[in-house]
């Protein structure tokens, strides 16, 4: 895939962002600036504008489109979840030409994390994953703007050897669960939830960069400042697993230790689709439905 395109982009605000909240150092509580959300996404659905999409398992693959492109094998095993067809060899116009699981039909994105790993190694059954966006914590809702086309990021560290932030990873039991950072036991029949936060703030220029990273940053209080200028949705991504038995500390990911957790996502949503979703939603602060366009469904579960 190309590493970077280009985007016009109009902001409503003009130079009124502030270049201060992305520059210096930590807060007083210890938060660096667009390092990571300002708080824990969580809660009831419903308190502010969003639409979401549940999207069934679609395979597991030894593939990582963005990571190892085009070196099919070479990663460590992902889950994949909405477009069927995504592997090692993804572009974004196969991806917009495959087929989804995802309820909503016109979201042909990819999706993917590494797999959960029980005691024996085995993988852990996934049973859904759904994506929740919106405006970041604060962030005026009415200057989002989609993403572009053929967009890819990562949230989360596949290389952290300890707890990343609640506020970026955490792992809960089904909707509504206290947010832990590690897997917690869970009740009987309760299956594991995976919680993973991805930037909401875009350097206007670059659909990726090398990393995967570099060109897209959490806002802080509410604005992106000069470096990102340009608020995009914030995706939450969560994936649903079968309930494990046993001690939960024998878990592990793919990648390596429960502590890597980490997710990819790369937009082949129909951009008409997308664009009117963020404005008819995320603009107007509304909650829409889960899945297809039928007004009367509601958000009902939390995240």
């Known amino acids: 895939m190309p590493k970077s395109a280009s985007w016009a982009h109009t902001s409503r605000r003009g130079g009124l962002l502030l270049a201060a909240l992305l520059v210096g150092g930590a807060d007083d509580a210890g938060f660096t600036p667009g390092a990571q959300p300002d708080a824990v996404i969580a809660g009831p659905q419903g308190a502010v504008g969003q639409f979401a999409v549940e999207c069934g398992f679609a395979h597991a693959a030894h593939d990582d489109p963005l990571v190892h492109h085009g070196h099919a094998g070479m990663s460590h095993r992902h889950d994949f979840f909405g477009n069927t067809t995504t592997n090692a060899d993804s572009t974004y116009e196969s991806l917009l030409a495959g087929d989804t699981t995802c309820e909503q039909?016109?979201?042909?994105?990819?999706?993917?994390?590494?797999?959960?790993?029980?005691?024996?190694?085995?993988?852990?059954?996934?049973?859904?994953?759904?994506?929740?966006?919106?405006?970041?914590?604060?962030?005026?809702?009415?200057?989002?703007?989609?993403?572009?086309?053929?967009?890819?990021?990562?949230a989360g560290d596949a290389a952290a050897t300890a707890p990343q932030p609640l506020s970026v990873v955490s792992w809960s039991c089904g909707p509504g669960g206290p947010r832990r950072d590690s897997p917690p036991?869970?009740?009987?029949?309760?299956?594991?939830?995976?919680?993973?936060?991805?930037?909401?703030?875009?350097?206007?220029?670059?659909?990726?960069?090398?990393?995967?990273?570099?060109?897209?940053?959490?806002?802080?209080?509410?604005?992106?400042?000069?470096?990102?200028?340009?608020?995009?949705?914030?995706?939450?991504?969560?994936?649903?697993?079968?309930?494990?038995?046993?001690?939960?500390?024998?878990?592990?990911?793919?990648?390596?230790?429960?502590?890597?957790?980490?997710?990819?996502?790369?937009?082949?949503?129909?951009?008409?689709?997308?664009?009117?979703?963020?404005?008819?939603?995320?603009?107007?602060?509304?909650?829409?439905?889960?899945?297809?366009?039928?007004?009367?469904?509601?958000?009902?579960?939390?995240?």
């Open 105 to 154: 039909r016109l979201d042909t994105a990819a999706y993917w994390a590494p797999s959960l790993l029980d005691g024996d190694g085995d993988p852990v059954e996934p049973r859904r994953a759904i994506a929740y966006y919106r405006a970041g914590i604060d962030v005026d809702p009415t200057t989002v703007e989609p993403y572009p086309p053929g967009m890819a990021m990562i």
């Open 185 to 303: 036991v869970c009740p009987y029949g309760a299956g594991l939830r995976l919680h993973l936060t991805f930037p909401d703030c875009w350097d206007g220029v670059h659909a990726t960069s090398d990393d995967h990273r570099s060109h897209v940053a959490y806002s802080y209080r509410g604005e992106c400042g000069d470096a990102y200028p340009v608020p995009i949705p914030q995706l939450q991504l969560v994936i649903d697993y079968v309930p494990v038995a046993g001690d939960p500390g024998v878990l592990s990911l793919a990648s390596g230790p429960i502590t890597s957790a980490h997710a990819d996502f790369w937009n082949a949503w129909d951009q008409a689709k997308l664009e009117r979703d963020v404005r008819s939603c995320l603009y107007l602060d509304r909650v829409c439905s889960l899945g297809d366009d039928s007004s009367s469904r509601r958000l009902g579960t939390g995240d």
